[in-house]
């Protein structure tokens, strides 16, 4: 005869399980633990591209050498296709140029940080004028004709002092909505990322005078000498960055 054996009520499987109140606790600690882990994880973030950044940079400037190798140690020009200057526009024949140098790579001209596109976005990578680039190009500046505040000797050929600056990231702003492109800043490097305002790093409409105000917290430079280094934005100067004196920079 078979036997059977017959369990008595278990008292404790009313409580296997989470209750309402464990729950909600859980789900507290869940949302307090990322809140502390996503911001350390965006840091990490930029600052592998600040990496990729200088990288980038470092590769400019041996483009840049490479081309006044062979056009008597003078730089590409930086003036845009109608002769006007501002730091992240290149003529179409200088971009050209570069890209030559950097086996076609147009990947290298702009830093991972930059994004172009929103619908209140007035900049476009290519237009009448040429190229934006995602960088402020320095060798061959062309200041203003009156020498006013922020402006500065830019080097122009390969045997200049090797204290001077070729390249930086572009930390760069606009002083009226008539100028070129817009009433703009670009801020690549704050501590969690690119300042941003409608999915664009050109950002307009966000409040504040300058690419500091909006969130830099410094940026790459590269400079005559092969060096590239990062530099805070307490320990960069402010620079004319347009030949019209409507758009500046920080390098």
């Not at 989470?18 to 994880?41: G, Q, R």
């Not at 973030?45 to 400019?60: P, T």
């Not at 001209?109 to 476009?124: D, H, K, Q, T």
């Not at 006013?148 to 009226?176: H, M, Q």
Request: aromatic letters at 10%; a neutral charge.
């Amino acid at each position: 005869m078979p036997l059977v054996l017959h369990r008595r009520k278990d008292t404790r499987a009313g409580s296997v399980g989470f209750t309402l109140m464990e729950l909600m606790i859980v789900i507290f600690m869940t949302a307090v633990l990322a809140s502390l882990l996503l911001p350390a994880l965006s840091t990490a973030k930029e600052r592998s591209l600040r990496a990729v950044c200088k990288g980038n940079e470092h590769q400019i400037l041996v483009a840049l050498h490479n081309y006044a190798d062979d056009n008597a140690d003078a730089f590409p020009s930086a003036a845009d296709n109608k002769g006007y200057y501002h730091s992240i526009r290149l003529s179409d024949q200088t971009y050209s140029n570069l890209l030559d140098e950097l086996s076609g790579n147009s990947n290298i001209l702009y830093c991972p940080n930059i994004v172009f596109g929103g619908n209140s976005n007035s900049v476009a990578r290519h237009d009448a004028y040429g190229y934006v680039i995602g960088y402020s190009y320095l060798a061959n500046a062309i200041q203003p004709a009156s020498k006013g505040s922020g402006y500065w000797v830019a080097p122009t050929k390969a045997t200049d002092s090797s204290t001077n600056e070729l390249i930086a990231d572009a930390n760069y702003w606009t002083t009226s909505a008539s100028s070129f492109p817009a009433l703009m800043k670009v801020a690549p490097h704050g501590a969690m990322g690119p300042a941003m305002a409608h999915s664009s790093s050109f950002t307009v409409g966000l409040s504040g005078a300058n690419s500091a105000a909006v969130g830099a917290i410094g940026g790459n430079i590269g400079s005559l000498d092969w060096s590239v280094r990062w530099r805070s934005i307490t320990q960069m100067g402010t620079y004319t960055a347009s030949s019209e004196s409507d758009g500046y920079g920080n390098w």
